[in-house]
Structure formats: structure tokens, C-alpha cells
């Protein structure tokens, strides 16, 4: 492989290890890459598209993006968050793109405070020592709130902080919200709900690369509309087609075509870009909707 081929393949950084891992590496597929693993295991070569998988520290995506070492990155919303105020905060004006939100990866950054005390709103932190490990987003609420708090910047296992006497509160990852009360606190407020995120450099790069760059996003919208997307096929009275139309949903418009023999019916077929619930279904029989078939789609481009 010559030098400029090398420059020319998209680097993607995934986190190495941990919950997007998985499904980091499963969307890329989706999308149709087949890759090897390198003998260190940290990258992944495609084989049938000019794309290198780098396996990183989540708390690396954002800086090699942000840097152009990696073109496009998926990583958790609250890090690229995290690491978008903090840039903002240093004067960074030209930073990395978030494309798109993906479908896993669902968690949420939310204030943990001690059995026993109480939480009336932003205003009852005023005075209060929060200990967190996303100082940016919490001192950004605080800002935005007009709240006046200490924020005391920890690096893991946040929950200890209140026993050891360093903070007054927290504000860190729940999930089941198991951990806060193994530590005696209670989950208060949301400040910020984060799923998955691709981001992309800020910087131009090559046409050549720019364009499997956005075919390859363009594979990833695709990807993501059929998560929900189902195809739909059924029969319908002419008479009933405004109604029918109106219950299919997030459908453009259908497919229209007659039925042998049948001037009164016709058969309908659609994309749905919303799931198709039994009540839908339901709701299309007593419109009139016959013949119903809801199948899975796999592959989608506008």
C-alpha cells in the first residue's frame, strides 16, 4: 500500500472496551464492512472498504477527532459533551461535528445527594460542594441556572465522595441507580439524558476520502432508519385510502396498485418509519385494511 493510500483510508475510533464496544462494531458492519484484526488487536483493517477501526480509550474519541488523527468517532453524548465545553471553555472555535445520535448506549448524568436531605430545584445546590468527573456539564448547568456551587473534580467511584467528606453531593452516571443507594444517596435531578454520538473532524480532507466518507454515513443513516422500519402490505377499499393512509405510521407515500378483478380494492404497500404496534394494525382493520403482512426491512437508501 503506498503512502498516499494510506492517508487516504478513514480512520474511525471506537472505544476498545466496554458498553458501545459491541454495538459500535456491529453498526460498522451493518454498514458493510468486513475487517481483520491487527496482531495488537487495537485496530481493525477493512477489507473490502479503505476504513481502519482504531480501538481507543472512550476518553481519547473525542481528542483524536477533534485533532483530524481519526476522521469519525462514536462515543458517549455526555463525553463529547464533556469534552465540547471544555474546548469552548479554552476558545476553540472550529470543533468536531456530531452527526448523528445512534440508538444505543442510553444513559444519564444526574445529581446524587445523601439520604436524608432534600432537593427543591436547581436553587438548593447554592453553597453546596458537587463532586463529579464531568466538571463542564455540571459547572454549565450551574451557569445556566444561575446557581453558585463549588464543583470538586473527581475521578472515579464519585459515589464515595459525600462519606469521605469531600462533597455535599454528585453528579455522575446512573443507570439503575443500585450504586447511589448501596452509598446511601438518592437520585435527584437529570441534567443530561446521552446515548451514543458519531462525530466527525473539523478539519477538509482529501475528495477521494471525502467521498467514501459520506457513503459511508450515508450507509450509517440507512442503518438507522431501518432499526424501526418496517414494510407494510395490505389490502384497502378505495373508499377507505384517505383513512387507511392517515393511520400508517411516520409513512411517505405508498405504493398504490389494483387488484386483479377488483375495482373496489387495491393493494397497498409502504414504509414505515415508526414501529408497527398490534393497535395499528388494529386500527387499519376497522378502517377497512385487509390481507395485512408487516415485514422486517434490511437495508435502506434514500
Not at 487516504?8 to 464496544?21: D, E, H, P, W, Y
Not at 476558545?91 to 448524568?109: A, I, P, S, W
Not at 446515548?195 to 473539523?202: C, D, E, G, M
Not at 477538509?204 to 422500519?229: C, F, M, N, T, Y
Request: charged residues 25%.
Amino acid at each position: 500500500m503506498t503512502t498516499q493510500q494510506q492517508q487516504n483510508r478513514i480512520k474511525i475510533a471506537v472505544q476498545k472496551s466496554g458498553r458501545l464496544t459491541e454495538h459500535s462494531m456491529d453498526l460498522l458492519v451493518r454498514c458493510g464492512l468486513t475487517y481483520s484484526r491487527g496482531r495488537d488487536q487495537l485496530i481493525c483493517y477493512g477489507e473490502n472498504m479503505p476504513v481502519d477501526v482504531l480501538l481507543v480509550r472512550d476518553d481519547d474519541i473525542p481528542g483524536l477527532v477533534q485533532e483530524d488523527i481519526c476522521d469519525l468517532g462514536i462515543v458517549g453524548g455526555n463525553i463529547a459533551e464533556e469534552v465540547r465545553l471544555d474546548l469552548e471553555t479554552k476558545g476553540e472555535t472550529e470543533l468536531f461535528q456530531k452527526v448523528y445520535e445512534l440508538d444505543y448506549g442510553h444513559c444519564r448524568l444526574s445529581f446524587g445527594l445523601p439520604e436524608g436531605s432534600s432537593f427543591d430545584g436547581p436553587q438548593s445546590l447554592n453553597g453546596k460542594r458537587i463532586a463529579t468527573s464531568y466538571p463542564n456539564i455540571v459547572s454549565d448547568y450551574l451557569r445556566r441556572n444561575n446557581v453558585t456551587a463549588s464543583v470538586v473534580e473527581f475521578s472515579g467511584a464519585v459515589e464515595i465522595a459525600p462519606s469521605l467528606g469531600k462533597s455535599d453531593l454528585i453528579c455522575d452516571l446512573v443507570s439503575s441507580g443500585a450504586t447511589l443507594r448501596a452509598h446511601h444517596l438518592f437520585e435527584a435531578e437529570t441534567i443530561l439524558e446521552s446515548k451514543a454520538v458519531l462525530i466527525q473532524t473539523p478539519k477538509g480532507v482529501p475528495e477521494e476520502k471525502a467521498d467514501w466518507i459520506r457513503r459511508l454515513l450515508q450507509r450509517v443513516q440507512g442503518v438507522l432508519q431501518v432499526r424501526e422500519s418496517k414494510y407494510i402490505m395490505l389490502h384497502a377499499p378505495r373508499s377507505a385510502l384517505k383513512k387507511i393512509r392517515a393511520l400508517l405510521p411516520g409513512s411517505e407515500a405508498p405504493t398504490i396498485m389494483p387488484l386483479e378483478g377488483r375495482d373496489d380494492k387495491v393493494a397497498l404497500h409502504a414504509v414505515c418509519r415508526e414501529n408497527v404496534f398490534w393497535e395499528t394494525l388494529e386500527q387499519l382493520k376497522e378502517a377497512g385494511a385487509s390481507s395485512m403482512l408487516v415485514l422486517p426491512v434490511e437495508k435502506m437508501l434514500d
